[in-house]
């Protein structure tokens, strides 16, 4: 039902890599940069990558984003507990005056 | 360091009114470069965007076309803050409900209301 496509689930063990996809179509990603949130439970989402590969302040470089074409995706690398969180992407769709549009969401397990 | 702040019941009966407010603090409703944005989030229909007011030498808003017909989001520059309201509202509305700003490609997201649709 979300307009970008995420896989509901992803998990690794703590030190690996772990990716996960965004897809979407050439009126919002495929035109536009990339944003992805980290959602712990309970709380609002945090901006964790903007503008597809920029981090703010504060973020480690273990988070890193990438684009091409119609799809994005997040990689961590060197997996930490803490990172057991949901995931979401996000981009502006170029409709009618233009409005945000997000992925469904991927919940990170850490074993 | 931009703050927003939301208010409002949490509890709204079935056809009556959700009316939200998200105060602004360390910048202003006003800004030629931010968009105020209120967004939705439902485990049956994710994150889902619902709508923006923005000041570019006049005030704009634009809303989701889900729910065009019921929605009214407004600025109050007097208070420096913008305010969600949601009509005929059903228990499909139940949502926890985010107001967020838009400084040019990103969203900085509010605290978060969950607002329950209940008799």
């Known amino acids: 039902q979300s307009v970008l496509t995420q896989p509901p689930s992803a998990s690794g063990t703590p030190g690996q890599r772990v990716t996960i996809s965004c897809s979407g179509s050439?009126?919002?990603?495929?035109?536009?940069?990339v944003n992805w949130y980290q959602q712990l439970p309970g709380t609002a989402p945090k901006l964790l990558i903007y503008g597809t590969n920029q981090r703010p302040s504060g973020v480690p470089d273990r988070f890193s984003g990438s684009k091409s074409g119609t799809s994005a995706s997040l990689a961590i690398s060197g997996l930490q507990s803490e990172d057991e969180a949901d995931y979401y992407c996000a981009t502006w769709d170029d409709g009618l005056y233009g409005h945000w549009v997000f992925g469904g969401g991927t919940r990170l397990t850490v074993l | 360091q931009v703050h927003l702040q939301q208010s409002g019941p949490g509890l709204v009966k079935p056809s009556q009114t959700l009316s939200l407010t998200c105060a602004i603090s360390?910048?202003?409703?006003?800004?030629?470069?931010?968009?105020w944005n209120w967004i939705r989030q439902s485990p049956s229909r994710g994150l889902e965007w619902l709508g923006r007011t923005y000041y570019r030498s006049k005030w704009s808003t634009h809303y989701a076309v889900s729910v065009k017909s019921r929605i009214n989001i407004k600025p109050d520059t007097s208070k420096n803050q913008f305010s969600l309201q949601l009509n005929s509202v059903t228990p499909e509305d139940t949502a926890v409900y985010y107001c967020a700003r838009d400084g040019g490609g990103s969203l900085f997201w509010g605290q978060g209301t969950l607002v329950t649709v209940s008799s």
């Open positions: 050439s009126s919002n990603i495929g035109r536009n940069t």
């Open positions: 360390g910048d202003s409703v006003s800004s030629n470069s931010a968009s």
